[in-house]
Nanobody, 126 residues
Framework: QVHLVESGGGLVQAGDSLRLSCAASERTFNPSAMGWFHQTPGKEREFVAVISWISGVPRYADSVKGRFTISRDNYQNTVQLQMNSLKSEDTGVYFC???????????????????WGQGTQVTVSS
């Protein structure tokens, strides 16, 4: 498994922006893709965004399209999630995850991911 560490969460007001980051500690890091998931108490972890590690092609959940942008830095082994126009329903814990295989069309599924970070809390007050 890969060790992933998220950062950048916090408390913001509706309409504000936050930028989450996730770093992989391994020097040799070559996933197929990196994703972000969102979880609120009592609910399952839900797909937010994924990015192909090689091509940089992204895919988003409908709920965040036009507001969130996922990006990656292959040299720093990091993936970012820029979150704009935040809404109260964006509140929750955000997890990054890495997948060793899979097509982007299948990487909205949690079971496709091999390693997970510990999560970072995002709270959006209305």
């Amino acid at each position: 498994q890969v060790h992933l560490v998220e950062s950048g969460g916090g408390l913001v007001q509706a309409g504000d922006s936050l930028r989450l980051s996730c770093a992989a500690s391994e020097r040799t890091f070559n996933p197929s893709a990196m994703g972000w998931f969102h979880q609120t108490p009592g609910k399952e972890r839900e797909f937010v965004a994924v990015i192909s590690w090689i091509s940089g092609v992204p895919r988003y959940a409908d709920s965040v399209k036009g507001r969130f942008t996922i990006s990656r830095d292959n040299y720093q082994n990091t993936v970012q999630l820029q979150m704009n126009s935040l809404k109260s329903e964006d509140t929750g814990v955000y997890f990054c995850a890495s997948a060793r295989a899979g097509y982007l069309t299948s990487l909205h599924r949690r079971e496709m991911y091999d390693s997970w970070g510990q999560g970072t809390q995002v709270t959006v007050s209305s």
